[in-house]
């Protein structure tokens, strides 16, 4: 059977570094409380010039160099973003002329928080159905942009960044000894859409609007949606926690991250971390985390990486996948 197995990643940061200690100086806020409520330290904010294309094509540059690949090699791109350059044409468009590719699909899948695991999810059954072979998967987001930076119970958590994989199509034998992805689930309950969500759009207010959280409830749900879907992963494939190499979550609170790590049984020192550094870039973070990891050899060919997130929405979703 077809697999689609990660040939390389890439990731992508902005320039400017925006500390906590310079936040408190932005709005009433402390760094003390910022790390003890979200383990947060720092975030990159892109400047000028640097947009979620850009990032994204930066990102997915790197990625194909790890892979040893050309952009001539790829056949598909899905960028997952909330924050496209322009309402249309779509941002994997843009990427793919700065890439110079003029064959294959692009498109954005819009997921928020959990858009790379859709993303992810997307690519897999384009591959597997043999309507794509190489394709780039991105997840992208310049968030600053659409912060409200008088809010403090918001701009406090986001930050810019991108991170892509190469997926190429693979031979597997259909276990779970196989390279690539094993299996994914996705799940979104609209009955949530107003407790995250950014108030403006091009059918209502014609303005890109900035970002309304209620926190507590989305904590609140957070674990226990992560967790669902983890168990749905290892139910299809008749894993559990204790065969997973790492945990690679969205990084929106080093609280949810614990508090589902503990949960599922997985120690911490198989989680990777990044949201001290990068704050919660949305759909960048998993991408992001997944390059650091990988960058610095703690994922390894062979292992077994559960990627899971959780965003606006409601979506949820999970991938597990041999690296
Ligand atoms: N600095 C100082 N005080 C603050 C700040 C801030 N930046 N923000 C809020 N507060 C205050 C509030 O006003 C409140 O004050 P009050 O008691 O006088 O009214 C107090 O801190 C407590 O506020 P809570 O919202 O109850 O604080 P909580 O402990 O829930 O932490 C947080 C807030 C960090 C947002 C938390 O609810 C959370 O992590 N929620 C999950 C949301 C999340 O991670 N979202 C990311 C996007 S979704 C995703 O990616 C999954």
């Given at each position: 059977m077809i697999r689609s197995v990660v040939r390389g990643v890439g990731s992508a940061l902005p320039k400017r570094v925006l500390t906590n200690h310079e936040m408190e100086s932005m709005v009433d806020t402390t760094g003390e409380w910022i790390v003890q409520r979200t383990g947060i330290r720092q975030r990159y904010i892109a400047g000028e010039g640097e947009t979620t294309a850009s990032l994204g094509e930066a990102a997915a540059r790197a990625a194909l160099a790890n892979a040893g690949m050309?952009?001539?090699?790829?056949?598909l791109i899905v960028l997952a973003t909330s924050t496209p350059d322009n309402t249309f044409p779509a941002s994997a468009v843009n990427i793919q002329n700065r890439l110079g590719i003029h064959r294959g699909a692009a498109f954005d899948i819009q997921a928020v928080c959990s858009g790379f695991v859709f993303a992810m999810a997307t690519a897999d059954a384009y591959i597997r159905g043999g309507m794509a072979r190489r394709a780039l998967v991105i997840g992208a987001e310049t968030f600053s942009r659409i912060l409200d930076w008088n809010d403090r119970t918001t701009c406090v958590l986001f930050g810019d960044g991108a991170g892509a994989v190469v997926l190429e199509a693979g031979e597997g034998q259909g276990t779970v000894g196989d390279r690539g992805i094993l299996t994914a689930h996705l799940r979104s309950d609209g009955a949530h859409k107003d407790k995250l969500y950014v108030d403006g759009g091009p059918s209502t207010t014609g303005k890109a609007g900035v970002v309304h959280m209620e926190g507590r409830e989305v904590f609140k749900h957070a674990v226990g949606m992560i967790t669902d879907v983890i168990y749905d992963a290892f139910k299809a494939t008749g894993t559990?926690?204790?065969?997973?190499?790492w945990l690679v979550p969205h990084q929106a609170n080093i609280r949810i991250i614990e508090g589902s790590a503990r949960k599922l049984g997985i120690?911490?020192?198989k989680v990777v971390v990044t949201v001290d550094r990068h704050g919660n870039t949305s759909a960048a973070s998993i991408p992001l985390a997944l390059a650091e990891a990988v960058g610095d050899g703690r994922?390894?060919?062979?292992d077994l990486v559960l990627l899971e997130a959780m965003g606006g929405g409601f979506t949820w979703g999970s991938v597990l996948l041999r690296w």
């Amino acid at each position: 059977m077809i697999r689609s197995v990660v040939r390389g990643v890439g990731s992508a940061l902005p320039k400017r570094v925006l500390t906590n200690h310079e936040m408190e100086s932005m709005v009433d806020t402390t760094g003390e409380w910022i790390v003890q409520r979200t383990g947060i330290r720092q975030r990159y904010i892109a400047g000028e010039g640097e947009t979620t294309a850009s990032l994204g094509e930066a990102a997915a540059r790197a990625a194909l160099a790890n892979a040893g690949m050309q952009p001539g090699d790829i056949d598909l791109i899905v960028l997952a973003t909330s924050t496209p350059d322009n309402t249309f044409p779509a941002s994997a468009v843009n990427i793919q002329n700065r890439l110079g590719i003029h064959r294959g699909a692009a498109f954005d899948i819009q997921a928020v928080c959990s858009g790379f695991v859709f993303a992810m999810a997307t690519a897999d059954a384009y591959i597997r159905g043999g309507m794509a072979r190489r394709a780039l998967v991105i997840g992208a987001e310049t968030f600053s942009r659409i912060l409200d930076w008088n809010d403090r119970t918001t701009c406090v958590l986001f930050g810019d960044g991108a991170g892509a994989v190469v997926l190429e199509a693979g031979e597997g034998q259909g276990t779970v000894g196989d390279r690539g992805i094993l299996t994914a689930h996705l799940r979104s309950d609209g009955a949530h859409k107003d407790k995250l969500y950014v108030d403006g759009g091009p059918s209502t207010t014609g303005k890109a609007g900035v970002v309304h959280m209620e926190g507590r409830e989305v904590f609140k749900h957070a674990v226990g949606m992560i967790t669902d879907v983890i168990y749905d992963a290892f139910k299809a494939t008749g894993t559990e926690a204790g065969d997973i190499d790492w945990l690679v979550p969205h990084q929106a609170n080093i609280r949810i991250i614990e508090g589902s790590a503990r949960k599922l049984g997985i120690p911490m020192d198989k989680v990777v971390v990044t949201v001290d550094r990068h704050g919660n870039t949305s759909a960048a973070s998993i991408p992001l985390a997944l390059a650091e990891a990988v960058g610095d050899g703690r994922v390894k060919r062979g292992d077994l990486v559960l990627l899971e997130a959780m965003g606006g929405g409601f979506t949820w979703g999970s991938v597990l996948l041999r690296w």
